[in-house]
């Protein structure tokens, strides 16, 4: 099982970066979805979330109205659109995926991040 991010870069503030989680191995149908980053010396945090249930998305206020996150269950890909990017949101991005029953705070798969860099 895989989850491999691609689509991170450097961009200037105020611009725009489309990230990509193509999942492998097995169907994640019935995952949550979610986006998670990390930035240099601080702790990894949530983004945003795509939840099988319901398709409720949801976005930590850092980001909300600039980000969105979606999915192709299809094509087992989830998508994070990240429109007027500031100097914070530099980060390495990863994706990962909980089976929708998991009573567990911990998520099942990771994939192993993509950088973006965003400059003032």
């Known amino acids: 099982v895989q989850l491999q991010a691609s689509g991170g870069g450097l961009v200037q503030a105020g611009g725009s970066l489309r990230l990509s989680c193509a999942a492998s191995?097995?169907?994640?149908?019935?995952?949550?979805m979610a986006w998670f980053r990390q930035a240099p010396g601080k702790e990894r945090e949530f983004v945003a979330v795509?939840?099988?249930?319901?398709?409720?998305?949801v976005y930590a206020d850092s980001v909300k109205d600039r980000f969105t996150i979606s999915r192709d269950t299809g094509k087992n890909m989830v998508f994070l659109q990240m429109n007027d990017l500031k100097p914070e949101d530099t980060a390495v991005y990863y994706c990962?995926?909980?089976?929708?029953?998991?009573?567990?705070?911990?998520?099942?798969?990771w994939g192993p991040g993509t950088q973006v860099t965003v400059s003032s």
């Open positions: 990962a995926a909980k089976h929708f029953a998991s009573s567990s705070g911990e998520y099942d798969y």
């Open positions: 191995g097995r169907s994640f149908s019935t995952y949550n």
């Open positions: 795509f939840t099988y249930r319901g398709r409720k998305t």
